[in-house]
Structures are given as C-alpha cells and as structure tokens.
Nanobody
Framework: QVQLAESGGGLVQAGGSLRLSCTAS????????MGWYRQAPGKQRELVAS???????NYADSVKGRFSISRDNTINTMFLEMNSLKPEDTAVYFC?????????WGQGTQVTVSE
C-alpha cells in the first residue's frame, strides 16, 4: 500500500504559477512511474504529466512548455511546477504512483485559475 498526500493547489490568476506536491507514505525509489492527472467539471480525467524512476518525463500537449514534473526520492515527493496558468487548467489534480501491477491515487487538490 502507498498513501499519497497532495498539496499546493489554490486560486491563481491567469498567467500565474503554482507548485503542487505529492508526498508518498513510503520510499518512492522503487516506484517505476509517478504522475499527475486532472479532472475538470464535466470532463474525463486526463493525464497531465508522468515521470519514471529513471527520470524520463511525458506531458500532455496542452501543458508542454508550461508545466514541469520532477521527483525527489530523498523526501518521497513528486512535484508539478505549473507556469503560465490558463483558465482551462482549472481542475482537481490527482497524483498517482504505480507499484508493480497496482496503481495508487491521491485524494486530489483543487486548482482554480481565474480570468
């Protein structure tokens, strides 16, 4: 089992920045894939970014060049740096980790971007 706790969400004006954190209850060194999903009202959950244990990253086209995912294995934490935020980035953001065949989800943190 892996418990995940997200933080860093909030209300920001368009063009602003936020940094989301996801802290795991156990070491993340062996976790092959970690990532962020988001779900806006009335829309399906979508992958925002992911990062492997080797540091390879993947981003949704809509956030490329604006968001940056990283992980710090020494503090069991993954980050999502979000810059140049747009109103369409408004959503609940969830962190996920994959351990073997299991996938674990955090409870989510709300990000709201105003005009």
């Amino acid at each position: 089992q892996v418990q995940l706790a997200e933080s860093g969400g909030g209300l920001v004006q368009a063009g602003g920045s936020l940094r989301l954190s996801c802290t795991a209850s156990r070491s993340i060194v062996s976790l092959n894939v970690m990532g962020w999903y988001r779900q806006a009202p009335g829309k399906q959950r979508e992958l925002v970014a992911s990062i492997t244990s080797g540091g390879s990253t993947n981003y949704a086209d809509s956030v490329k060049g604006r968001f940056s995912i990283s992980r710090d294995n020494t503090i069991n934490t993954m980050f999502l740096e979000m810059n140049s935020l747009k109103p369409e980035d408004t959503a609940v953001y969830f962190c996920i980790v994959k351990r073997g065949t299991a996938t674990y989800w955090g409870q989510g943190t709300q990000v709201t971007v105003s005009e």
